[in-house]
């Protein structure tokens, strides 16, 4: 899927590109977007160090897993596959808290470490998404954020009456976002699972 | 009032979370210092790791816009979107949205200074920027992580929330601000 994504992205953009006559965009866009991506990578190094260290901390003196095993009503339901009290569980609900408040700095460091936490779950291909990871990253990419801080930013610089008057519409529309995210997640899994069968 | 309470929530979270987890780790007996440098050294290769695969993502959403192809894709999905009365400025945003986080900022930005702030377009655009995500960022970096390169149903399940994101959006600013 990401592979026919991908290269239909590259083709595509590289015949209209001909076709307008700007072919020499090409070039340059390809390589300003790799600079984007470095650039960007380089920037997590410094989010990434300190929070895993903080994380590695937590873990130590045993609170990821008391925290996982709070919510594990919850999340028993959503990741059948993750035990209860292992420490994936403490990151994924760090990760999705952060995402509610709108700590994005904080967010992605959280995610990252739920992700190799599911990995080593990954009882299948270590190249190929488990169901717990596939579960978690469309709760993560459809998760509510209750303060859209940078759009509200974004209205009062433009003068905005009333800048927070989009939070209410803003929530109500991720909400369905998130439900719609979650079914499909969880008949996606049923019709893969078949496929497995056979 | 509700939203200060989730500011003021999210101002102090992270000194709270700090100070908690080290005072406890210490009260524990734990060597916080020497464990947190083992931790910042996996951050470090985590970041690293993910380097080729936003590498490759990027470089196709760059040259995708870049070419033109993004516009045209607009316009060939604008008798579909005419269909449910969703607004022809907002497309683009939409497309833009699951491909990259700074684009579609970039293009919110502009719809607000452009039609105001106050105005139907940017109250949609400001709706459609909080309620939807960067799936496809999200999925290269955190897949990318792990090394994983199959998605399998990843990407329709994060999609499938973006579009209902979106249609809902469409859906509840006509009903609140019209």
């Not at chain 1, 529309?173 to 019709?191: H, K, L, Q, S």
């Amino acid at each position: 899927m990401v592979n026919v994504i991908w290269v239909g992205m590259l083709l595509i953009g590289i015949i209209v590109a001909a076709i307008n006559g700007n072919i020499d965009a090409v070039t340059t866009a390809a390589l300003k977007g790799a600079q984007t991506a470095v650039d960007f990578a380089l920037g997590l190094i410094a989010i990434m160090a300190f929070w895993l260290g903080i994380m590695k901390v937590a873990e130590e003196a045993g609170l990821v897993r008391l925290l996982s095993r709070i919510v594990k009503p919850v999340t028993a339901f959503l990741f059948p596959s993750v035990p209860r009290d292992h420490p994936a569980m403490g990151a994924i609900i760090m990760n999705l808290s952060a995402n509610i408040l709108g700590l994005g700095n904080a967010a992605t460091p959280m995610g990252l470490i739920a992700m190799k936490e599911l990995q080593k779950l990954n009882r299948s291909d270590p190249r190929t998404a488990s169901d717990a990871m596939c579960t978690f990253l469309a709760l993560n990419t459809s998760c509510i954020t209750i303060i859209p801080a940078t759009v509200i930013g974004i209205r009062i610089k433009a003068g905005s009456a009333n800048p927070t008057e989009i939070v209410g519409t803003t929530i109500f529309a991720t909400a369905c976002g998130m439900t719609v995210g979650v079914i499909v997640d969880r008949v996606m899994r049923r019709i893969y699972g078949y496929r497995k069968w056979r | 009032m509700f939203i200060e309470m989730v500011s003021l929530a999210a101002k102090w979270a992270i000194p709270l979370i700090l100070f908690a987890i080290t005072l406890l780790a210490f009260v524990r007996r734990v060597n916080v210092y020497e464990t947190f440098v083992q931790g910042a050294q996996e951050g470090f290769t985590t970041a690293i790791k993910t380097i080729p695969f936003l590498v490759a993502m990027f470089v196709a959403i760059s040259v995708f816009r870049a070419s033109g192809a993004m516009e045209l894709f607009v316009q060939v999905l604008s008798p579909v979107t005419d269909m449910f009365g969703i607004p022809a400025e907002v497309i683009p945003l939409g497309i833009m949205r699951p491909l990259s986080g700074g684009g579609a900022l970039g293009i919110t930005a502009e719809l607000i200074k452009t039609y105001g702030p106050d105005s139907f377009i940017g109250r949609l655009a400001s709706t459609l920027q909080g309620s939807t995500d960067t799936t496809f960022f999200v999925l290269t970096l955190y897949f990318g992580s792990v090394n994983v390169i199959r998605y399998r149903y990843a990407v329709i399940a994060g999609l499938s929330a973006d579009i209902t994101g979106f249609i809902a959006s469409v859906v509840i600013c006509n009903l609140v601000f019209k």
